[in-house]
């Protein structure tokens, strides 16, 4: 069972995130709250009673290669057209190419129930999103006006070509090449673990395809960008011949077995027919746009799947009997919820995956925010924003996911190792998710060296200062001054460690890479504690009204009391390691004693 927790990310959108800014900025009946009822009543409806029955029977199922076509798990087309019927993937785009037109926000709020339902089948409109936002900036108008409608509308699904066989993380070492032919490119070679890359769900998929043209520099400033069509459509838009692409083979994994994970091969007949995105050499420019959408998707599919993992082992141990309550007055054997220690792993699940749901979203009303403030200034800074907690939503997320449903498992006990009862689906499902949309140690680089490194961390003490704020807030009001004093000595421990970390990219950038990972977990852990405690702010005010519902807010009020209890003192002991020489040990340690003795 999945219930959509919309109370929950209504009070997210509103109370922490701060909807009410991009009211602001927008128009007045935009964001209606009518609209946003139907908007998550709707989603969560497919969610509960459409999506959430087939994530087992896509686990057991998978998907068939066979003759060259790919065929999804039962259920699955049919799931897909009820999606694109509802008009869901077209949600946060523009109504100028199709779109609903509402806010990032909005729509991330929505895909966190679609991963949480199903984690699989979310990764499809994840990446045909992102194809969008790409062809939206980087394309020509004639290559818009061809493929977007169809993507928008979720008629058509896109993909993200990137690495290959010989190639992983190292985009510099592609081989695939494109040579011009006429009006049109070729394409030809190999790519690897390509997301989606067949199946039967829709008649056409979009090819996003990084190669190498005649005479290109080396490395990543030599790659260019091409949409590689799986049917050719004609001038009319109606579907034309087969293009010379195939999926080779389909990857035996993990988890996530209902989403093909495909090595596709290119022009085994002489070229694929593909058309230049933006300019030549300019692939990797267009594709951080794509790149970036999805690694903000991936961190919400890890708040969906941390979601799904609190609902199940809270279900689980409050029906499980097992053992005598401790220091209880019955004899008789009582739910495993009532031992301290399962109350512990519960506690800790539902408060990671209510911090990492308002991190997400956050991140998302700051892309909003990006193209819709009035002044340029303000704009600026609400991507600076963005970019800064892109890799931790990413990073931070799905670790927190595969921390979760570990732990979700671990409640379930013996029964958890066992498939039948649908926790280890989720745990192998979840294990993806710090290893695609780029490793979470390439996010942690990502947020030392790009992210600190490039304005000498101004926006991230920007970030900090918010972060004040709210401790400060939280101080002066008196029944949530502990929490407040908590939440003060972790942002002291993160701009400790800021500090270190800008210090060290001028000393040894092998040591400043060496606790990036650390960092990025204490930059998230105290930025979720923050976001908690604005809630519980917000929560204590809205609970003087005598029409509220005093018991949710209440819950929302605990919850950043026991995070800063319970996780925020984690925050001193990552910044300890950072500044006390954890990245020199990493260094320093002989390699040789890495290796089988």
């Given at each position: 069972m999945f219930t959509p927790p919309l109370s929950e990310i209504r009070f997210t959108l509103e109370h922490v995130v701060g909807l009410e800014r991009l009211r602001e900025v927008s128009a007045p009946d935009w964001l209606a709250p009518e609209l946003l009822d139907a908007v998550f009543e709707g989603a969560g409806r497919l969610a509960q009673e459409v999506l959430a029955p087939l994530q087992r029977v896509g686990d057991r199922e998978g998907c068939r290669l066979e003759n060259g076509v790919v065929t999804t798990p039962a259920g699955w087309r049919d799931a897909y057209a009820l999606f694109v019927e509802g008009g869901w993937n077209g949600l946060p785009f523009s109504e100028e190419i199709g779109g609903q037109g509402l806010p990032w926000t909005v729509a991330t709020a929505v895909q966190e129930l679609w991963h949480g339902a199903n984690t699989a089948f979310g990764l499809c409109p994840l990446l045909t999103q992102g194809a969008v936002e790409l062809l939206y900036h980087h394309a020509d108008p004639d290559l818009q006006r061809r493929y977007?409608?169809?993507?928008?509308?979720?008629?058509?699904?896109?993909?993200?070509?990137?690495?290959?066989?010989?190639?992983?993380?190292?985009?510099?070492?592609?081989?695939?090449?494109?040579?011009?032919?006429?009006?049109?490119?070729?394409?030809?070679?190999?790519?690897?673990?390509?997301?989606?890359?067949?199946?039967?769900?829709?008649?056409?998929?979009?090819?996003?395809?990084?190669?190498?043209?005649?005479?290109?520099?080396?490395?990543?400033?030599?790659?260019?960008?091409?949409?590689?069509?799986k049917i050719l459509p004609g001038a009319d838009g109606r579907p034309g011949p087969r293009n010379d692409l195939r999926c080779v083979s389909l990857e035996e994994k993990l988890g996530i077995h209902a989403s093909p994970t495909c090595l596709m091969a290119y022009g085994d007949a002489g070229g694929a027919t593909g058309y230049l995105v933006g300019r030549e050499c300019g692939g990797i420019e267009a594709m951080f746009t794509m790149m970036n959408n999805a690694r903000l998707g991936v961190g919400v599919q890890g708040v969906g799947i941390a979601e799904r993992a609190a609902q199940m082992a809270s279900a689980y141990a409050a029906t499980r009997v097992q053992g005598r309550e401790l220091g209880g007055s019955s004899s008789q054997p009582a739910a495993i919820i009532k031992h301290p220690d399962v109350r512990r792993m519960l506690l800790t699940i539902r408060l990671r995956a209510e911090a990492m749901r308002a991190l997400a979203l956050s991140a998302a009303l700051g892309l909003d925010l990006a193209r819709r403030e009035a002044e340029p200034r303000a704009r600026e800074q609400a991507q600076l924003r963005v970019d800064l907690l892109t890799p931790v939503v990413k990073a931070w997320c799905t670790d927190g996911a595969v921390e979760t449903a570990s732990m979700a498992l671990q409640v379930h006990g013996g029964m958890g190792y066992i498939e039948e009862t649908g926790i280890a689906q989720l745990y192998r499902d979840a294990r993806i998710t710090p290893i695609y949309e780029g490793t979470n140690g390439i996010q942690a680089n990502d947020l030392v060296f790009r992210k600190l490194g490039r304005d000498g961390g101004a926006a991230a003490r920007d970030f900090i200062g918010s972060l004040r704020t709210t401790a400060a807030e939280l101080a002066a009001a008196g029944d949530q001054s502990s929490l407040g004093a908590r939440l003060a000595d972790s942002i002291s421990a993160l701009e400790g460690a800021t500090g270190w970390i800008l210090e060290a990219l001028g000393r040894d950038l092998r040591e400043a890479a060496a606790v990036a990972a650390p960092y990025l977990t204490l930059f998230g852990t105290v930025a979720g504690g923050a976001l908690l405690g604005r809630g519980a702010l917000q929560a204590a005010k809205l609970a003087e009204r005598e029409s509220a519902d005093k018991s949710f807010l209440q819950a929302r009020i605990a919850a950043a009391q026991s995070y800063g209890a319970l996780l925020l003192p984690e925050a001193g002991a990552l910044a300890a390691a950072i500044r006390g020489g954890a990245g020199r040990t990493v260094l320093d340690h002989p390699e040789s004693a890495l290796l089988p003795q």
């Open positions: 977007l409608p169809k993507l928008v509308s979720g008629e058509w699904t896109g993909t993200m070509n990137l690495t290959e066989p010989q190639a992983g993380s190292d985009l510099g070492a592609i081989r695939t090449r494109a040579w011009r032919d006429g009006e049109t490119w070729r394409v030809q070679g190999q790519k690897l673990f390509i997301t989606f890359g067949e199946h039967d769900l829709t008649d056409n998929i979009v090819h996003l395809v990084l190669a190498r043209t005649p005479n290109a520099p080396a490395g990543t400033r030599g790659l260019s960008l091409f949409l590689v069509p």
